[in-house]
């Protein structure tokens, strides 16, 4: 009989103290798994809600300007030598550094138009990015064609037009589409027609007055991509949304340093139950181990026994905690993101970790349960039977 034996023999007679050390493992291994799992999911989740808020950098045209403007009041401004931006030029944005990280881009040119009596500004977009970069839109009726527009509620009511009604913009006759309900934005007092619609209405083909740009920021360096279309686009002003990508970046931050802090406790307090447990159990165990040390067993091998219990419970746990804290996050995850609880790959990197995990703080913690066994003095041990 050698060691093993002797250390898995001893779990089957003291199944209890060894299902209580393998209890507080598993509850301490699966909260971990099931954190780390969880926030994972919902950190993916996040990323993709928050990605449907639209575009987090702008393009515009270069020029030196004085804004004369305080408290949302617009009086005016100043402007010199502004440079257009050339449509075409928007597709080098596909060819920087961090291109994987663009989602959308969107060539938007404005200008204002005489319909009836109304002076009204006439926005034409790219609808297939716009689905994108402004996905707060809701229309009543189409997105229109080349021979359609699309209104803002406010400008709908200003001039008295509704879907299927036909207005005359810089002499020609398009068709309303379709109205914007509500936005709460200069959305609102748009008419809204597909780009190349109207660059021809404004005299403008082939140059665009904006471009929005929505990109997948979850570990996207933002101002560093802001740079590199900088270098691109020399004639533009690149700016990015600072508190859009800022406050996504730092809510992500806290929600893993939370669950990183909790997961600490966690196994701490597991720690601290196989210490007790252990130490426990080498006490009811004073006399086996006096008879260990009479017949030959050094204290090394006492250590052994020790450990090897402790190590045996402890693989099991990371096993079983790894199982548990998958299902657990399965079913969390289902109340908080959208598309239910399934989904999740097998991750065989958290797997591994979580198997080390419990056996090392299976082992760390019966360190000095088993010194404490080892240190035991057989005479004292023989003279209590």
Excluded at 75 to 89: N, V, W
């Amino acid at each position: 009989m050698n060691l093993k034996d002797i250390a898995f023999k001893n779990l089957m007679r003291r199944k209890s103290k060894a299902l209580f050390v393998l209890a507080g493992l598993v509850i301490g291994v699966s909260t971990v798994v099931a954190l780390i799992s969880f926030v994972d999911a919902m950190t993916h989740n996040i990323n993709q809600r928050l990605e449907k808020y639209g575009a987090n950098i702008l393009v515009v045209p270069k020029t030196e300007n004085l804004s004369l403007t305080y408290g949302g009041l617009s009086l005016g401004g100043l402007s010199f030598e502004m440079q257009e931006i050339r449509e075409k030029d928007l597709a080098r944005i596909r060819s920087i550094k961090n291109a994987a990280n663009v989602a959308a881009v969107g060539p938007m040119v404005l200008g204002a138009v005489q319909v009836g009596d109304h002076r009204v500004l006439l926005a034409g977009v790219d609808f297939r990015a716009s689905r994108m970069l402004k996905p707060w839109w809701k229309i009543e009726g189409d997105i229109p064609g080349e021979k359609g527009v699309l209104l803002g509620s406010e400008a709908a009511k200003a001039l008295g037009l509704s879907p299927g009604s036909r207005v005359n913009i810089g002499g020609r006759v398009l068709e309303v589409r379709g109205v914007l309900f509500p936005t709460g934005s200069q959305d609102d007092q748009l008419v809204v027609a597909q780009l190349k619609t109207a660059q021809s209405i404004l005299g403008k083909r082939g140059k665009i007055s904006m471009a929005e740009v929505a990109a997948l920021c979850k570990d996207c360096p933002i101002e560093e991509m802001v740079k590199q279309i900088s270098e691109i686009l020399p004639g533009a002003k690149v700016m990015a949304i600072q508190q859009v990508v800022k406050g996504r970046m730092e809510a992500l931050a806290q929600f893993k340093n939370f669950s990183y802090g909790v997961s600490g406790v966690v196994v701490l307090v597991g720690s601290l139950v196989v210490l007790v447990t252990m130490m426990s159990n080498v006490r009811e165990r004073t006399k086996e181990i006096g008879i260990f040390r009479a017949i030959g067993f050094r204290k090394s091998h006492v250590i052994q026994i020790v450990l090897l219990e402790a190590g045996f419970i402890s693989g099991v746990a990371g096993v079983l905690g790894y199982l548990v804290g998958i299902g657990a996050a399965r079913v969390a995850i289902g109340f908080f993101a959208d598309g239910g609880g399934g989904g999740f790959p097998a991750n065989y990197t958290l797997a591994g970790l979580a198997f080390v995990l419990a056996v090392l703080v299976g082992l760390v913690s019966s360190i000095y349960p088993a010194f404490l066994a080892a240190r035991l003095d057989p005479n004292d041990a023989l003279r209590a039977l």
